[in-house]
């Protein structure tokens, strides 16, 4: 069985431009979850995504979306970026929505200049 | 909203040693508390989790504590071994309106000396 896979790996954009970032679950798993991993801090929630709706968001702004496809796949979008909003970008995969063990991708590395 | 504080922030011990992370959490509707192990560059991985209704949990070298009472639960790590040395995140999960969230602390820099 795959783990979690996102793509891409590495992504240098530059201030002000958009972005997407995508992530497939385990298969079989129904909810994603992203979280973004500042250097030298632990993950921040983001957004959970369950059955193609919206369960959960984090203290992020509104430039920050997603979206969960029939397949259960997910897209991030960051939109205006910062240079605070260099990051890792984790996907995080679960069999639903209760408090199951949280499977993570290799992870997203975002550089903005 | 879930606050999680994790301590210490870094941790050197002697190969062989015992190695203790404490964490605390805020929100007593939490009742899943997971561990995490990431190494440099890599993606965190589950050690070991442990649910509100079990007070400990031990799988080999690793063991987990829980105090529903004081919001507090650890991480004992016995025999360590230099492959042991990582970030250590400990974490909880609270309800976010139809879904859950993992809470992260601000991890533990393990380092397993020769």
């Known amino acids: 069985d795959a783990g979690v896979t996102q793509s891409p790996t590495h992504l240098i954009k530059t201030r002000g431009q958009h972005v997407t970032l995508r992530c497939s679950p385990i298969?079989?798993?129904?909810?994603v979850s992203w979280y973004q991993q500042v250097l030298g801090q632990g993950p921040q929630f983001i957004f959970q995504?369950?059955?193609?709706?919206?369960?959960g968001r984090g203290n992020f702004p509104d430039r920050f979306s997603a979206r969960q496809f029939p397949n259960y796949s997910s897209e991030l979008n960051v939109n205006a970026l910062l240079l605070g909003d260099s990051a890792l970008y984790l996907c995080?995969?679960?069999?639903?929505?209760?408090?199951?063990?949280?499977?993570f991708g290799q992870g997203t590395r975002l550089t903005v200049v | 909203g879930e606050n999680v504080e994790q301590h210490p922030s870094t941790l050197s011990v002697q190969e062989g040693d015992s190695a203790v992370i404490k964490c605390t959490y805020s929100d007593s509707a939490s009742n899943y508390f997971p561990w995490y192990k990431q190494e440099l560059g890599k993606r965190p991985q589950l050690i070991i989790d442990i649910r509100s209704n079990v007070g400990e949990k031990k799988d080999q070298r690793i063991a987990v504590t829980l105090n529903k009472t004081a919001k507090h639960f650890s991480l004992h790590i016995t025999e360590t071994q230099p492959e042991d040395s990582a970030v250590y995140f400990c974490a909880a999960s609270s309800l976010t309106g139809g879904g859950n969230k993992l809470t992260f602390g601000t991890g533990t820099q393990l380092k397993v000396e020769l």
């Open positions: 298969s079989g798993h129904k909810s």
């Open positions: 995080a995969s679960r069999l639903g929505v209760g408090n199951t063990e949280a499977f």
């Open positions: 995504y369950y059955e193609k709706e919206e369960r």
